[in-house]
C-alpha cells in the first residue's frame, strides 16, 4: 500500500499535500485517544486490583476537567 501511495505522489506530486494531511489528522487522532486512555482517570486498566479507582480520591482531589466551584467563583466574580 505504501509503494502505491509514493507511486501516486510521483505520478501526481499535486497530491503529497494531500497524503500529509491525511496523515498528520490520522496520527493526531491516534495520539489524542492514547492520550485520553492513559491520563483520563475515568479509565481504568486494572479492574482486578481496582475496579473503581475514583472511590479511593480524596474530597480535594481534582478529577473532572471543570469543576462546579470554579464555575460558582468565576460567575460570583463577574457579579
Known sequence: MLRQIIGQAKK???LIPLFVFI??????????VMRLALFN?????????????????????????WRHDLLRQVVSERK
Do not use: R
Open 12 to 14: 501526481h506530486p499535486s
Open 23 to 32: 496523515g498528520a489528522g490520522g496520527t493526531g487522532a491516534a495520539l489524542y
Open 41 to 65: 482517570p475515568d479509565v481504568c486498566w486494572d479492574k482486578k486490583n481496582n475496579p473503581e479507582p475514583w472511590n479511593k480520591m480524596g474530597p480535594n482531589q481534582q478529577y473532572k476537567v
